[in-house]
């Protein structure tokens, strides 16, 4: 299970640090992803970090959007910085193995998903 948390209403410029505590990783190598959705648009990937560390960002949100772990704690945390309103979405984790050396950024790698967090960033 993963049960994400730090969302909330923001302004613009602001800095935001979300939570995702994973209860059971999938498997001894694993990618941990950030989804978000905006309202009205599809969910497309944020980011992943795996189980030696490594990050991969969205190209596009390079530069604002930081992944990082708490082993110890099994969490995992996404921190936004100059939020814009365009960042308003709701933002989910979702776990899987790491079946190839990078962590992919596609939905269909992740079985199992958060119930996601809200975020509404205001101009």
């Known amino acids: 299970q993963l ?12 800095s935001l640090r979300l939570s995702c505590v994973v209860s059971e990783y ?7 992803a ?4 905006p309202p009205g648009k599809e969910r497309r990937a944020v980011g992943t970090i795996d ?3 490594a990050t991969r960002i969205t190209v596009s949100l ?7 772990e708490d082993t ?7 921190r936004v910085d100059s939020l814009i309103p365009e960042d308003t979405a709701t933002y ?28 509404t960033v205001s101009s």
């Open 3 to 14: 049960l994400e948390s730090g969302g909330g209403s923001v302004q613009a410029g602001g």
């Open 26 to 32: 999938p498997s001894r190598d694993y990618c941990v």
């Open 34 to 37: 950030w989804f978000r959705q």
């Open 51 to 53: 189980n030696t560390g």
């Open 62 to 68: 390079k530069g604002r959007f930081t992944i990082t």
């Open 72 to 78: 110890a704690s099994h969490t995992v945390q996404l």
């Open 92 to 119: 989910y984790c979702a776990a899987g193995a790491r079946l190839y050396a990078d962590c992919h950024l596609v939905q269909s790698s992740y079985p199992y998903w958060g119930r996601g967090t809200q975020v």
